[in-house]
């Protein structure tokens, strides 16, 4: 599979088993996110991987919390985003509702974290994580391990950051939870280029879309 075949055949996976996956692997998909560029190379993600049912389970209350007040409400309100039908929209809110009571059970969990931000973190404090994230994601999709990246737990950031036991200084930003994929991995469902893109002017077509 080559990588533009990769990205797009890489849905969210978030029904996964609970069968132990090979640190190797883990270690293949870390190595990956490390690949990924940051600000200045600077270099300031740490990654904690999570095995230990009892921090899973701390940490997936908070998780639920937010759930429960505000993804669910959500999902019953918005409509479908660009390229997805109501039908399959309401089975990516089964998946999540799904993700949601079993967190805890997805055998490793890679938290993707920054040392040393500003607290609250600056609007371009993602720029230095979010690629690493995106390349684990991706290096999953190859090793033929479903994962999805969620961020629900900033929520509830200081009261998931003490569950993970993360030092002053270092703040979480996202949340991997890695696993063997229960169903079959598929094409990803995204807007045409000529609904996102434009060429030189805001609203102008795209020419080559």
């Not at 609007?123 to 629900?152: D, K």
């Not at 949340?175 to 060429?199: E, H, S, T, W």
Request: one cysteine or more; aromatic letters at 10%.
């Amino acid at each position: 599979m080559d990588l533009f075949e990769t990205m797009e055949n890489c849905r969210a996976m978030r029904r996964l088993k609970p069968d132990p996956v090979p640190d190797h692997l883990i270690a293949r998909i870390l190595q990956a996110g490390t690949c990924a560029p940051s600000g200045g190379n600077a270099q300031t993600w740490r990654f904690l991987v999570v095995k230990d049912r009892k921090i899973k389970e701390a940490v997936a209350v908070w998780y639920k919390k937010a759930y429960d007040e505000i993804i669910g409400p959500r999902y019953s309100t918005v409509a479908p985003p660009p390229g997805v039908s109501p039908e399959k929209f309401k089975r990516q809110h089964d998946a999540v509702h799904y993700l949601t009571d079993h967190f805890a059970e997805a055998p490793v969990w890679i938290v993707a974290c920054l040392q040393s931000a500003t607290n609250p973190p600056g609007p371009g404090a993602g720029a230095s994580i979010y690629p690493a994230v995106q390349n684990m994601v991706l290096a999953c999709r190859a090793l033929g391990l479903g994962t999805t990246l969620t961020n629900r737990h900033m929520f509830y950031q200081k009261e998931v950051d003490a569950a993970l036991g993360l030092p002053e200084g270092v703040i979480s930003f996202a949340i991997l939870p890695i696993g063997y994929p229960m169903g079959k991995f598929g094409p990803v469902k995204r807007a045409p280029l000529d609904a996102v893109v434009y060429q030189d002017k805001w609203g102008a077509p795209y020419r080559a879309a």
